[in-house]
C-alpha cells in the first residue's frame, strides 16, 4: 500500500513527511483517506507533515470543496482485543507459598527494573553491595521497604535490590525528590553518592541526588489518527441495590439506541462492581433490592441486552462482585454470567485491552484505599491525583499487606508494563477526567445514589456520568444523565 500512497501523492505534487505517511498508512483506506487531507489543505502546500493530518482530524482546517469523509463500518469483534499476558483469568497458578512471594516481588523488580533503566538520563545500574563499595556517584535501583521523616525533614527510605542486599537512602530536604510520593514496595531507581565511611564499619547508606521513577516517558503523547469509532465506560453500577439509579440508567440505554450508532460509540466497558452483592458489609442485607447473588447477575444480563447490538461490551468484577478478593482477579464465572448475550466479553482485573489499536488499561481500583490512607495528599474527592501516581510508579498497587489484598502470581499483573492510551478506574463513585503525559485517565462515576454508609461518612458520589473517549481524537466527553 505504501507505493500506491506516494503516487497518490506525486500526482497531486505532494511530498509527505515519514510521520504523516506513517498515519496515512494506518488508515482503514489510505488513498482515499489521503485524497480527503489533501483536498481540505492549502493548495500552495508541498509538502504534508503530521500536524497538517492532525489539524484536519480535529477539524481546524478551513475545507476548500466538500469531500466524502471514510467512515468504515461498526467495528466488533475483531477490533476487541485482551492483550495477550494480561488477564489472570485461567492462569492463576499461586498457593500462597514462600517461593510465590518470593517470585511474585521478583517480578515485580524485574518488570520496573527494566522501564527505570531504559531512562536516558539513568543508563545501567549496579547492585548496592558494588555501590556501597565506591567513592564516586553511584546508580542503583531498589524495592522501597520503610519511608521515615526526620526531625529536620529529611526522610530516609530503606531499599534493597535482587540480590537482597539493602541500605539506607538520604533524601535531603533541599533535593527536589524531597516532595515526591513514597510508599512501602514500590520499585525505584537512585542517582547519588555513598556516605561517609567510617573506620572499621561498612558504609550503609546512600545520599540521594536524584531519585528516578519508572514513570511515563515525558514525550509520550496521544497522537491523533482517522479512527472514528469511541469507547464508553460504566463503572460500579451496583445491581440489586436498593439505590440502584434505574431511571438514570434507563436514560442512557435511551441515549444510546438514539445516538450510538450516528456517534460510532462501539464499546463499552465495565469496570468492576456491576452488582452489589451480598455480605460485603455488615448489615447489607438491608440495603438489597436483589438478596440472591446469581438472581443479581441474572438482572445484570437483563440491563445489558438493553444495549444495542452493534455495541460490544466488556464486563470486569470489582470487589463487589462473585469473585476472588485478592488482585489480580480472574473474570466472573460463567456459573453467574449465563445469562449474559454474545457481544459481552468476560475480563479479570485489571486489564489491558487492545481497541482498534488503541490500548486500554481498565482496573476496578480498589487499591485507591490504601493509597489514600498511606498517603496524606491523596483524597477520594480526587482520584485523578491517585491515578497519576499510579502512573509515575507505573504500578496500580504497590503497597503489599493493607486492604486490597494482592496475589503472589508468577507475574505482577499490576505492575504497567506498557503505558496505556486511556487508563480507567471506578470504585470511590466519582466522576472526572484528566490527561498525563498523553494518557487519558478517566474515573468512571457509578450508577448507585449515596448509601447509607457513604451518608455516615459525609461522602457524596457524582453517579450517573458516562465517559466517551473517542479512540481518532481522544476528545473526552463526560455525557451526564441526571440532568
Known sequence: MRPEVLSAAARRDVFLSPDALEIVLSSSDPVPFLNNVLDAVSKSSAFLTRADIEAFLSGDKAMSQSFKTVRPPNKRLGDLKIVPDSDITGN?????????????????????????????????????????????????????????????????????????????????????????????????????????????????????DQIVWPDVPSNNSWTANDNVSSVAFLSDVHIGSCTFLEKTWEKMIRWLKQN????????????????????????????????????QYEALGEHLKEIPDHIKVVVQPGNHDACRLAEPQPALSSVFTGSFDSNVLLAGNPVYLNIEGRTVLTYHGRSIDDWISGVQKLTYENPLDVMKEMLVMRHLSPIYGQRNALAPEKKDYLA?????????????????????????????????????????????????IMPIVHLGTGKVDMHDFRK
Open 416 to 464: 504497567m508494563g506498557t503505558v496505556p492510551d486511556i487508563f480507567v478506574t471506578g470504585h470511590v463513585h466519582g466522576a472526572g477526567y484528566s490527561e498525563y503525559r498523553g494518557v487519558k485517565m478517566i474515573n468512571a462515576s457509578t450508577w448507585q445514589d449515596q448509601t447509607e454508609y457513604q451518608k455516615m461518612h459525609n461522602f457524596n458520589p457524582d453517579p450517573g
Open 92 to 208: 492463576s497458578t499461586c498457593e500462597g507459598t514462600l517461593d510465590d512471594f518470593v517470585r511474585y516481588f521478583q517480578s515485580r523488580y524485574s518488570i520496573l527494573k527494566k522501564i527505570i533503566e531504559r531512562h536516558r538520563d539513568f543508563g545501567s545500574t549496579m547492585s548496592i553491595e558494588r555501590a556501597l563499595g565506591m567513592d564516586r556517584e553511584v546508580r542503583i535501583i531498589g524495592m522501597v521497604g520503610d519511608v521515615k521523616d526526620t526531625k529536620n525533614g529529611h526522610k530516609i527510605l530503606t531499599v534493597e535490590d535482587d540480590q537482597g542486599t539493602g541500605c539506607k537512602v538520604l533524601v535531603l530536604n533541599t533535593t527536589p525528590a524531597i516532595n515526591d510520593v513514597y510508599v512501602n514496595d514500590q520499585v525505584i531507581g537512585i542517582i547519588g553518592r555513598p556516605g561517609n565511611k567510617e573506620p572499621g564499619r561498612k558504609r550503609e547508606m546512600i545520599i540521594a
Open 260 to 295: 450510538s450508532e450516528e456517534k460510532e460509540l462501539n464499546y463499552i466497558v465495565l469496570p468492576g462492581d456491576v452488582v452489589d452483592g451480598i455480605g460485603i458489609f455488615p448489615g447489607q442485607e438491608q440495603e438489597l433490592s436483589i438478596t440472591g447473588i446469581y438472581k
